[in-house]
């Protein structure tokens, strides 16, 4: 079973892993147990406890001492187990009421939000993503190192099959997918790897080429039971106002209700072809807007609420129904361009406040076509914070 997010480990407990029993060595800030590879060394195990508890890059370097292959480097990262108190760790932690909740990390929810106060980094790190702004979302990911580090989804394999095979908790999946990966070259990373691969990729026009000639036609045939063009709006236009709170409510009810998902591997396979891809892999063009047939899954049943509601008039339903599919044109196109077009002021503040939702807080900041409803319900997302100066 994979590990949570790996821990913070002091210099000083470095000091007490440097025997044959528990060997820790450093390279950079990463931290490796290698106590199970002592005897398998090509170089004899005494070489590595040369350096228990120092860092290894020098001699790994070091071609005249001893040559490395890259499979030394492989091997390496196999026993990586956490990562070394940094001065910034240490300054938050003397000024937190609680440094135990900081040192030893992992700090609680408190602990982290001190951490992130006291940095003096020039980039603010937020824990929940591990990004720091919307620029981190297209830097590309190195697949295989993000598979040897994380122990989730190697980016070259289907991944549907990963997820579902993969023994992953609840928690560990979910801090996993909401930790934003880029596939290299602006390609899609294979879901299915097979015939159905086509069917999971979707271009933002197809959206309105499909809904909107079926729209436009209920549209005008609503006409024919209303008594004016007016009565055709009102209706219409309910539908389009309906529709902003089901485009919130779907997104913050279903796509993120995490809470609530089940922990095993039907929840979280679920959850990653409904949404968890999306914030997995968040600027990936071609699974951004929503596939035809999941669209008509999700929307057969407000065809038939719309109808219960107007009950006493079928034209009146379907003028609402047909203003609803309106607004779900708008809601995708919308999200495809914050994320991939240059727009004018308005949409360029939407942007910067939906890639927030990505980068920085997923669990707030619901709206996609605008901020209305997440005033309404307490989810308004805040100016992201200033990076402090060193």
């Avoid at 729209?215 to 309906?242: N, P």
Wanted: proline share 6%; net charge negative.
């Amino acid at each position: 079973m994979p590990a949570r997010t790996l821990p913070t480990i002091l210099h000083t407990e470095l000091e007490a892993h440097k025997t044959a029993k528990s060997c820790y060595v450093t390279s950079g800030l990463n931290v490796y147990d290698v106590t199970s590879f002592l005897d398998d060394h090509p170089g004899g195990g005494d070489l590595i406890l040369d350096y228990g508890g120092k860092d290894v890059r020098e001699i790994m370097g070091d071609e005249i001492s001893h040559i490395h292959s890259e499979a030394a480097d492989e091997i390496l990262q196999d026993h990586l187990i956490g990562f070394l108190a940094t001065d910034e760790v240490l300054n938050a932690a003397s000024k937190s009421r609680h440094p135990d909740s900081i040192i030893p990390l992992p700090p609680s929810k408190q602990g982290a939000e001190e951490l992130r106060a006291h940095s003096v980094n020039d980039k603010r790190i937020y824990a929940s993503t591990g990004m720091s702004s919307a620029d981190d979302l297209s830097i590309a990911t190195d697949a295989k190192n993000d598979y040897r580090v994380h122990k989730f989804l190697d980016l070259d394999k289907p991944l549907l099959m990963q997820v579902w095979r993969g023994g992953f908790s609840r928690d560990f999946y979910l801090e996993q997918v909401h930790r934003p990966r880029h596939y290299p070259g602006g390609a899609s990373a294979p879901l299915f790897g097979n015939f159905l691969e086509p069917l999971s990729k979707t271009p933002w026009w197809v959206v309105p080429l499909v809904w909107l000639p079926p729209m436009t036609y209920g549209t005008y045939i609503s006409k024919e039971g209303l008594s004016s063009w007016s009565l055709l709006a009102l209706f219409w236009l309910i539908g389009l106002a309906v529709w902003t709170v089901i485009e919130y409510g779907l997104h913050r009810g279903l796509f993120h209700a995490d809470k609530y998902l089940p922990d095993n591997r039907v929840g979280t396979t679920l959850h990653f072809l409904l949404h968890g891809i999306h914030h997995y892999l968040p600027m990936d063009k071609l699974r951004l807007v929503m596939p035809p047939t999941l669209f008509i899954v999700l929307a057969t049943p407000f065809w038939k609420i719309a109808h219960l509601i107007f009950f006493w008039n079928w034209h009146a339903g379907t003028a609402a129904y047909c203003g609803g599919i309106f607004g779900y044109i708008c809601y995708d196109l919308t999200h495809y361009f914050l994320h991939h077009r240059t727009l004018p002021s308005y949409y360029r503040e939407l942007k910067k406040y939906h890639l927030q939702h990505h980068f920085a807080d997923y669990e707030n900041g619901f709206g996609v076509t605008s901020r209305f409803w997440d005033r309404v319900f307490g989810t308004e997302l805040p100016p992201p914070k200033a990076a402090k100066a060193a």
